[in-house]
């Protein structure tokens, strides 16, 4: 029972917290960010986190990364034909290649429905994240450009993260 509590939440909360004290600036995204969503994967598995769920969140931080960066080229006028295209490809192979190199994806006995677990998670994160963020454009149409509630732009894409990965975890614990 100890060993449990100390496996879970404290180690964890050890290593969140020397990571928070020790990091540094990071200058570049692609390695970085790669880096951190494998050991973010991987400790999700450490504490028996199912990779379907894990990939769920992750689909949802890459389309949330993917709109953020968008919007970013934007401010800087920076356009191209298909943009949005490229630019999704180039964010889900900077995470998906290394975890398939590092064995994370593509375990042959990690399937849900003959796909991997993560990238089933990852498909139906992404598509959750922008059924929220479509939503909340929806409804800021509708209210004359104003938010319906403080926070809506974030609690509307979380939601359904939650939703999901709970619709998810109901079915493959049965």
């Known amino acids: 029972m100890v060993t449990d509590l100390f496996k ?8 969140l917290l020397t990571v928070f004290f020790l990091s540094q600036k990071a200058l ?14 991987g400790f999700s598995r450490w504490l028996g986190i199912d990779d379907l769920i894990s990939g769920i969140w992750l689909g949802g931080l890459i389309v949330s990364t993917i709109i953020w960066f968008l919007n970013w080229l934007d401010k800087k006028q920076i356009r191209f034909k298909f943009d949005w295209l490229v630019i ?4 889900y192979l900077i995470v ?22 993560i990238i089933f998670g990852l ?37 359904f993260l939650i939703i999901t990965s ?7 614990s049965c």
């Not at 879970?8 to 290593?15: D, E, G, H, M, Y």
């Not at 998906?96 to 677990?117: E, V, W």
């Not at 139906?124 to 800021?140: A, R, V």
């Not at 709970?166 to 493959?172: C, D, N, Q, T």
Request: a positive charge; aromatic letters at 18%.
């Open 123 to 159: 498909i139906f994160g992404s598509l959750s994240f922008l059924i929220g963020f479509w939503l909340n454009n929806f409804l800021k149409k509708k209210n004359n450009g104003q938010v319906f509630f403080p926070f809506q732009k974030v609690a509307l894409p979380i939601l």
């Open 166 to 172: 709970l619709i998810f975890y109901l079915i493959i």
């Open 28 to 41: 570049a995204i692609c390695p970085v960010c790669t880096i951190a969503v494998g050991a973010g994967v």
């Open 88 to 91: 999704s490809f180039l964010f």
């Open 96 to 117: 998906i290649t290394p975890l398939y190199f590092s064995g994370i994806i593509g375990h042959p006995f990690n399937k849900f429905c003959g796909l991997d677990k």
């Open 8 to 15: 879970k939440f404290i180690i964890p909360a050890i290593v």
